[in-house]
């Protein structure tokens, strides 16, 4: 078989990795792609952005492709697996009907109502007086999100009204999220633990991967701005099973069965970021229509079954009789980041040392990389994510640490506390 990976991140060289390791696979592209996939074995990368739909489905027939696994949400939102459907070509992910539910906030709020499914009480405005009389007859804090995607920021905590007012003003009036802020939603802000849970979902049948943690925060400690990921381990220690049956029961399978009821059937990834309130109620806080980066680099890094065997028989509609192998190891996953991220920061630095790394419990997936006469240079704000496995989550990180340790650009960065809540 001959699979295409849309995307160039961190968790599309995990994707590619393990479409590689598949037996039923000769040769897999991804497209665009980085230095990370263009090194791996019967891996290619192919010069096709993942916004490209015309773009990847030329590829995609040239090359004949037979399964094609979208990364990023964009394509995704935009119609990609609809076109490639058209085209009699099968893609592993949702139509952009059942993707709204990352594109869309009020159509989640609205969508999860409707099914009594738990998540934090809401309004949506697109007139900014009627917000800011919102903001004035409610306790704070209040959480403001732009409706559409923002690249994770569109959400702002307002822990005091001028914070909510300057919120209101930047998205409603200011209109600094475009298009993706003419809706704004206000809601409630919850207490608790945040929970990342992803699953696979094939119309009504659903199957949890891993469970997993990520840290969003750039600085240790959860402190300072928000970022795209720092690191990730997995599993979670804190879903236990009877906060892995109450998650399944009470938000996953009644999402998947309602979309299914609504005409708008789910194929792919489906992460639900959860907020567990302290009497251990799971209440969502958002989905995404993907895989998370870089959830999916430990996640994937224990995966012992066939990932495309698991994305064929979603596409055919039979996950109900799969049932996934995990290595029973913890897997933490260090991002090491270039200088100023998540602001404004250089590229082109010349990345030395990822040769030292050896282990067969190390793999350095890549992100922000490109390659220049046989040099791996940085070419993005996350740019490697140093993975790895170990007995115990301390062990786990700190071969992860090693294996950071082995890596130097200038100005490089990391935090050095990932898996720190759960240690
Ligand atoms: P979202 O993109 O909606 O997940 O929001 C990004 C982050 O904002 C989440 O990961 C949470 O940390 C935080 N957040 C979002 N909504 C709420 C809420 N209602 N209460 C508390 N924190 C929230
Ligand atoms: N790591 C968070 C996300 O992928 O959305």
Redesign the pocket.
């Known amino acids: 078989m001959r699979v295409l990976i849309v995307g160039n991140g961190g968790r599309e060289h995990a994707l590619a990795w393990k479409a590689v390791a598949s037996p039923q696979v000769e040769k897999v592209f991804v497209a665009p792609g980085n230095a990370g996939t263009m090194t791996e074995k019967h891996v290619e990368n192919i010069p096709v952005k993942a916004d490209d739909i015309d773009g990847l489905i030329s590829a995609a027939i040239s090359k004949q492709v037979d399964l094609t696994i979208v990364g990023p949400e964009a394509p995704l939102v935009d119609g990609i697996v609809d076109r490639f459907s058209e085209a009699g070509l099968p893609c592993f992910g949702p139509r952009s009907g059942p993707a709204q539910l990352e594109a869309s906030?009020s159509f989640t709020k609205n969508f999860l109502d409707r099914h009594q499914i738990p998540?934090?009480s809401?309004r949506s405005f697109t007139n900014a007086e009627h917000a800011r009389e919102h903001v004035f007859a409610h306790a704070l804090?209040l959480?403001l999100?732009a409706d559409g995607l923002a690249a994770?920021k569109?959400?702002i905590?307002a822990h005091t009204q001028v914070d909510a007012l300057n919120a209101i003003d930047e998205i409603l009036v200011d209109q600094r999220f475009g298009d993706a802020g003419q809706t704004l939603v206000i809601?409630?802000?919850?207490?608790?633990v945040?929970v990342s849970f992803i699953c696979v979902a094939s119309g009504t049948q659903v199957i949890p991967l891993a469970t997993s943690q990520d840290h969003?925060a750039r600085e240790a400690g959860d402190k300072g701005p928000?970022t795209g990921g720092m690191g990730a381990f997995s599993p979670a220690p804190n879903v236990d099973p009877t906060l892995h049956k109450r998650i399944m029961d009470e938000i996953i399978n009644p999402t998947v069965r309602g979309l299914a009821e609504e005409g708008m059937p789910y194929l792919g990834f489906l992460y639900a970021?959860l907020?567990i309130d302290p009497n251990g109620n799971p209440?969502v806080?958002?989905f995404?229509c993907r895989l998370g980066d870089p959830e999916t680099q430990p996640i994937l890094m224990r995966l012992q079954s066939d990932l495309i065997a698991l994305c064929i028989s979603a596409i055919e509609g039979r996950i109900d009789d799969f049932s996934l192998e995990w290595d029973s190891r913890y897997a933490l996953g260090v991002v090491m980041v270039a200088d100023g991220y998540p602001g404004d920061y250089p590229r082109g630095d010349e990345i030395h040392g990822l040769d030292q790394i050896d282990s067969p419990n190390i793999k350095v997936f890549h992100a922000g990389t490109r390659t220049e006469h046989h040099k791996i240079l940085t070419d993005g704000g996350r740019v490697l994510c140093v993975t790895a496995l170990g007995h115990t989550l301390i062990d786990a990180q700190k071969n992860a640490y090693r294996g950071v340790g082995s890596v130097q650009w200038p100005g490089a960065g990391w935090r050095p506390d990932i898996g720190w809540r759960a240690v």
């Open positions: 906030k998540t934090a809401w804090p959480v999100k994770g569109g959400v905590i809601e409630e802000f919850l207490e608790g945040e969003k928000n970021g907020m209440k806080l958002e995404n």
